[in-house]
Structure formats: structure tokens, C-alpha cells
């Protein structure tokens, strides 16, 4: 192996850790909002009024578990081909 295959290497290994850091991102990011959804529930009367965006956060939530389940079991490469497919299918999400 040559200098650069190394190089290629270290750069694949270093991606896959920065997107294993990304979901470890996600999932705190998930656990936060749900500390607001548990202050939230002390406060019946608003409960109603926020009931669309809590039925939103559980959606996303949803979503958010399927990729993390999906993304949890599969092995290195396909990890990586996983992660790239999805961003772009958030991505085209994103623009409609």
C-alpha cells in the first residue's frame, strides 16, 4: 500500500467516527425535547394548545429511531453508504 492508500484510510475511519459523533448528536438532541414535552405535561392547560407540535415531535421521533435502528445495525461500509443515501433523501425532503 502506498502513502495515500493510508491517507484514504484515515479519512474513511475519521468520516465514519464524525457521523457516529452526528447520531450520538441526534439522540441527546431527542432526549432534550423530551425534557420539554415532561415539563410541558405539569402544565395540563397548555397541553392543548401545543397538541400539534407534540403530535410532530413524536413523528419525528419515530423517524428518528428508525434511522438510528437502522443505522445502529449495519456494518462499516454499509454504514457509510447508509448515512449518504439518507442525507440526500433529507436533503430532497427539505426542498419540497
Known sequence: ?????YWHTIQVVKNQLERDQKVINLMAAMEHVYSFVDEIQSIPDKVKSLEQLIKTILQQTFECAIFIQDYS???FASANIFYFQNVSNAQQTLLL
Open 1 to 5: 500500500m502506498c502513502i495515500s492508500d
Open 73 to 75: 445495525g449495519l456494518g
